[in-house]
């Protein structure tokens, strides 16, 4: 079937989410090793470590073992479009009806809940927060220990794809069709930049953001300046992230194709 959310690898595995609603784990030969069930669609990217974590529109956070088994399930109060994101201890999952669950990772408990708005995609943490993206467009900085927001940014736009942080900034953009670096202690603005609507993640590597549009541009955009280093147009729709990898950006398109920049 369709799949829905970015595969995940690692050492020995390479782990796919699909629209039916199914987790599937193969080796790197190809051969099954796991194959789970839920009861609507995947949207998410399954959080992999000795547990996989799978957040899933039929509104459930399963944990799962090695083998597949379940370990335990959360019900959420609405669908959960998003991956998890494990820090400090604890275990994060947000609804798409508005709501941001803290879990115990081992059990599942329900630790607290907060009101955030609508979630869609992933939430980065660093620096002792949380960046909650919104579907509104608002980022909150989230201190998941206060338990309160120490800031928060309207990009005006819907926001589907997540942000990136590094240890200064936090870079997002939305379909409001412009790219903001944020002071990522503050919120101010750091540099914009007019990009066009983003639907895809961010990626980040060595001092670049890389981003792909709606309206078929590929970026390369400094972090330090917000310039642009590189551009390529024409491609047609790009709702994934580029991917750069051993010297080359591999950008996946809408129509199926995947083009390599070196």
Request: charged letters at 20%; glycine letters at 12%.
């Given at each position: ?156 736009g819907e926001l589907w794809g997540a942000p990136a942080v590094d240890e200064k900034n936090v870079y997002a953009a939305s379909w409001a069709g412009r790219l903001y670096a944020l002071d990522g202690a503050t919120g101010d603005e750091v ?72």
């Open positions: 079937d369709e799949v829905s959310a970015p595969p995940v690898v690692t050492a020995d595995r390479l782990y796919a989410a699909a629209w039916d609603g199914r987790l599937t784990a193969v080796s790197r030969s190809g051969r099954p090793i796991l194959s789970f069930p839920t009861k609507a669609e995947i949207t998410a990217a399954p959080l992999v470590g000795e547990t996989v974590y799978l957040a899933g529109r039929d509104g459930f956070l399963y944990a799962l073992d090695p083998s597949g088994t379940l370990r335990w399930g959360f019900q959420a109060g609405g669908n959960l479009a998003a991956s998890p994101t494990l820090y400090r201890g604890l275990l994060y999952a947000a609804s798409e009806e508005g709501w941001l669950y803290a879990l115990e990772p081992e059990r599942g408990g329900l630790r607290y809940k907060v009101e955030t708005g609508p979630v869609h995609t992933a939430i980065p943490a660093r620096g002792g927060l949380l960046l909650i993206p919104t579907w509104d467009g608002e980022i909150h900085a989230f201190d998941p220990l206060k338990r309160e927001v120490r800031w928060s940014y309207d990009l005006e540099w914009e930049l007019e990009v066009g609507k983003v639907t895809g993640a961010l990626s980040l590597a060595h001092g670049m953001l890389y981003l792909g549009t709606e309206e078929g541009r590929v970026l390369a955009v400094d972090t330090h300046t917000g310039r642009m280093a590189f551009e390529a147009t024409g491609l047609g729709p790009i709702q994934a992230p580029p991917l750069p990898y051993r010297g080359a950006l591999y950008v996946a398109t809408l129509a199926g194709k995947l083009y390599r920049f070196a």
